[in-house]
């Protein structure tokens, strides 16, 4: 029997692979990332920023209505206004929008003296005057607050 030589073995050793099947990509139209609309991200702000305020302040889970006093799990109680939300400049305002029951805040709608006496005269004043301003927020604030939220609301969790 004639010696192999060793690049003989070497080659028969050697499966032969078979090719995939290359895809051949489609050329994509370029795609703009979509902007979301101010609509989108006022309901987005407004979730996360209700449930920032319904949790800042609770004690494992329960909340406190400022204008009552009654306190319940943070999900059964709603993050009421002390200015209406219609006016944008004090939406998202920490102190506009405190813990409320749904008493308070529907029934008694929002129970605005008590509320004021809650946040003290000054920055009752405060509120109502920057309420006369309309600010109009961009997409890009809009979008940096739901983050900052975001954020803060993964903290309280952290928390648990
Ligand atoms: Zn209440």
């Not at 192999?4 to 050793?13: C, T």
Request: with cysteine.
């Amino acid at each position: 029997m004639a010696k192999k030589k060793v690049s003989d073995i070497e080659l028969e050793g050697v499966k032969v692979k078979k090719q995939k099947a290359v895809k051949v990509a489609k050329p994509k139209k370029p795609k703009k990332p979509k902007k979301p609309t101010k609509t989108q991200l006022t309901k987005k702000l407004d979730v996360i920023f209700s449930q920032y305020i319904r949790r800042r302040k609770a004690v494992k889970g329960i909340a406190e209505c400022v204008t009552c006093g009654r306190k319940d799990e943070w999900k059964k109680l709603q993050a009421g206004h002390f200015i209406s939300r219609a006016k944008r400049s004090v939406r998202w305002d920490e102190d506009n929008v405190q813990v409320q029951c749904y008493s308070c805040n529907i029934h008694g709608q929002g129970q605005q003296y008590l509320y004021s006496l809650y946040l003290g005269a000054e920055r009752s004043l405060e509120l109502y005057e920057e309420s006369l301003y309309t600010k109009d927020f961009s997409v890009e604030e809009m979008e940096s607050m739901i983050n900052y939220y975001q954020k803060l609301v993964e903290s309280l969790d952290k928390l648990k």
